[in-house]
């Protein structure tokens, strides 16, 4: 965890942030012996405590609203491996691999949680617990936790929407030095995407030939996956036109499919609720 990136982010949005904790030099020696002493599983309960400090229970508005959004697609990804890795009856995963890489996956997704929780201290949302949502978004996927095959599906949509979730909140950071903290999770959000992609491709049936990234789909719609109840999660992915130019026919051979591979899109806050709402319960929609 980059505490000073983050605290320089908080600086562009609040010029007396490190007034508020001491004269900049001293903070800045202050933080960088805390990062020494601290245990990594503590850092995130520690930086916020240094939020509290500073601001006294609030952080600024345009920081707060984009981390708690993140942490909130966090809180759903996380319970919805845990709960495949942990509750009673437990999913049947086919081999011992595949039951860790979620588990690696689930790892992340705490790690993630705990650092969005740490960097917003008191100003954190309200937990999501697994109680609250709805993994079969309303019976569309019933047998989400009993069927390996339908697991992967929905893990697929979690991840591509997360990944292009995150890109489309980067342009609320630019900047601010919290984009370099929001980057290094999309990155990894990114790898789970392929790393889903390819145990979908392995397991699913019918879906041998997807591929790790966001791929042109049948008949050239955005969705590749097949899934059709997950549209809104790949709205735009079959667009061949980058800053205005349309890159099918700019060199030989470039196909409409590797142009739409070529680039990833964006998707809005607006687009993004109506997709994580289909996994919460009545009463506790984002």
């Not at 020494?36 to 400090?53: N, Y």
């Not at 495949?84 to 993630?112: D, V």
């Not at 917003?120 to 309303?138: Q, V």
């Not at 990155?187 to 791929?215: C, D, F, N, Y």
């Amino acid at each position: 965890m980059n505490i000073v990136n983050i605290l320089d982010e908080i600086e562009k949005v609040d010029g007396e942030v490190y007034e508020r904790l001491n004269p900049r030099r001293a903070a800045m020696k202050d933080f960088f012996n805390m990062g020494k002493k601290i245990s990594l599983a503590a850092m995130p309960l520690a930086l916020g405590s240094v939020f509290q400090k500073a601001y006294g229970q609030t952080l600024p508005t345009a920081v707060t609203e984009v981390l708690n959004f993140a942490l909130s697609l966090e809180y759903l990804e996380y319970h919805y491996y845990n709960h495949a890795l942990e509750a009673a009856p437990l999913l049947i995963f086919p081999t011992t691999a595949s039951r860790a890489a979620i588990t690696t996956i689930r790892n992340h997704e705490k790690a993630h949680v705990d650092l969005l929780k740490g960097a917003l201290g008191a100003s954190a949302r309200a937990e999501i617990t697994y109680a609250m949502t709805d993994f079969t978004a309303g019976g569309v996927f019933g047998n989400v936790y009993e069927n390996y095959q339908t697991f992967l599906k929905v893990a697929l949509a979690f991840e591509d929407t997360g990944v292009r979730a995150y890109k489309g909140q980067a342009t609320k950071l630019k900047g601010l030095d919290v984009l370099t903290t929001a980057l290094q999770i999309h990155s990894v959000e990114a790898r789970h995407a392929a790393h889903i992609r390819q145990m979908v491709a392995a397991s699913v049936t019918g879906a041998s030939a997807l591929k790790p990234w966001i791929s042109l789909g049948t008949g050239g719609v955005s969705n590749d996956t097949g899934i059709s109840q997950v549209d809104a999660v790949y709205v735009r992915e079959n667009t061949d036109v980058q800053a205005n130019v349309t890159i099918t026919g700019i060199a030989t051979g470039v196909s409409k499919a590797v142009a739409v591979e070529s680039f990833d899109e964006a998707l809005t806050k607006d687009e993004v609720v109506p997709i994580a709402n289909q996994f919460l319960r009545t009463g506790f929609k984002l």
